[in-house]
C-alpha cells in the first residue's frame, strides 16, 4: 500500500531533551516536506526536499532540523525542543515529475507535546 | 500576508443538505493549483479535490465540487448530500508555480446534524 509512515503518533516530552519524529514514503516521491499544525493558523511547512541530500527551510524552520540521506526517508529533528513546539507535525511527499497538481501525501500524523 | 483566506472557522448543517465552503486566495503568478482536505477528527489529511488555474471547467469528485471564480480568486468547496461522515475540519491550500510547497488556510469545521 502507497503511503507515508510517521512514527511515533504521540510524543510526550520534557523541555530540552532531543528527539527524532521518522517519516518514510513508498512511493519513490522525490519532494518531501514538514508541517506543524496549530489551531487557528493551518499548516505551516517547516522544512521540505527535493531530493536526496537537497533540503530547504520552509516558513517556521527554528528550532528544527532534518536530513535526506536517502529518498524514502526524511526525519525531522528536535535538539532541544521548548514548550512552543508543542504542535501536530505532518510528514507529506508529492512526485514531482507528475506536475504541480499533484496533491501532498501526508502521513498520520505526530501529537508532540513538550512540558 | 495570508495567502489562503477560509472565513468560517465552523459550520453546522443538516444531513442531506448541501453546504459551502469559502476559501479566498492571494497571489500573482497566472499559473497555480488549489487543494481541499479533510482532517477527520482521528487527524489524517485526507485530498479532496483539485482545480488548475487553467482548468476551464469546475473541478468534481464525487460529492465535492469546487466553485472555482478566477476573477474573485475565490474557491469554494461544495459538498452535496451531507453525510454524518462529512463532519471533520476542511483546509483549502494553494500551490504556486515553480514551488511544491501547499500554502493553508486557517481551516473550517464542519458538523453535519442527523
Known amino acids: 500500500e502507497a503511503q507515508v509512515t510517521q512514527n511515533p503518533r504521540y510524543l510526550i516530552t520534557v523541555t530540552g531533551k532531543k528527539l527524532t519524529v521518522t517519516c518514510s514514503q513508498n512511493m519513490n516521491h522525490e519532494y518531501m516536506s514538514w508541517y506543524r499544525q496549530d489551531p487557528g493558523l493551518g499548516l505551516r511547512q517547516i522544512y521540505y526536499?527535493?531530493?536526496?541530500?537537497?533540503?530547504d527551510k520552509g516558513d517556521v524552520p527554528e528550532g528544527y532540523k532534518v536530513s535526506r540521506k536517502e529518498k524514502r526517508n526524511f526525519p525531522l529533528i528536535l535538539e532541544s525542543p521548548s514548550p512552543n513546539q508543542t504542535s501536530l507535525y505532518f510528514c507529506?511527499?508529492?512526485?514531482?515529475?507528475?506536475?504541480?497538481?499533484?496533491?501532498?501525501?501526508f502521513g498520520n500524523g505526530t501529537r508532540l507535546t513538550v512540558t | 500576508a495570508q495567502k489562503i483566506t477560509q472565513t468560517q472557522p465552523g459550520m453546522f448543517v443538516q444531513e442531506k443538505e448541501a453546504v459551502t465552503l469559502d476559501c479566498t486566495y492571494d497571489?500573482?503568478?497566472?499559473?497555480?493549483?488549489l487543494f481541499w482536505y479533510k482532517q477527520p477528527s482521528s487527524g489524517e489529511m485526507i485530498f479532496l479535490i483539485y482545480?488548475?488555474?487553467?482548468?476551464?471547467q469546475n473541478a468534481t469528485e464525487g460529492r465535492y465540487s469546487l466553485n472555482f471564480q478566477k476573477a474573485r480568486k475565490s474557491a469554494n468547496l461544495v459538498i452535496s448530500a451531507s453525510q454524518l461522515g462529512d463532519s471533520a475540519m476542511y483546509f483549502c491550500?494553494?500551490?504556486?508555480?515553480?514551488?511544491?510547497?501547499?500554502?493553508f488556510g486557517a481551516g473550517t469545521t464542519v458538523t453535519v446534524r442527523a
Open positions: 482545480q488548475g488555474s487553467y482548468d476551464e
Open positions: 526536499s527535493m531530493n536526496v541530500e537537497v533540503t
Open positions: 497571489t500573482s503568478d497566472q499559473s497555480y493549483g
Open positions: 491550500a494553494m500551490r504556486e508555480r515553480g514551488d511544491y510547497k501547499l500554502s
Open positions: 507529506a511527499s508529492s512526485p514531482i515529475k507528475t506536475g504541480p497538481n499533484s496533491p501532498l501525501h
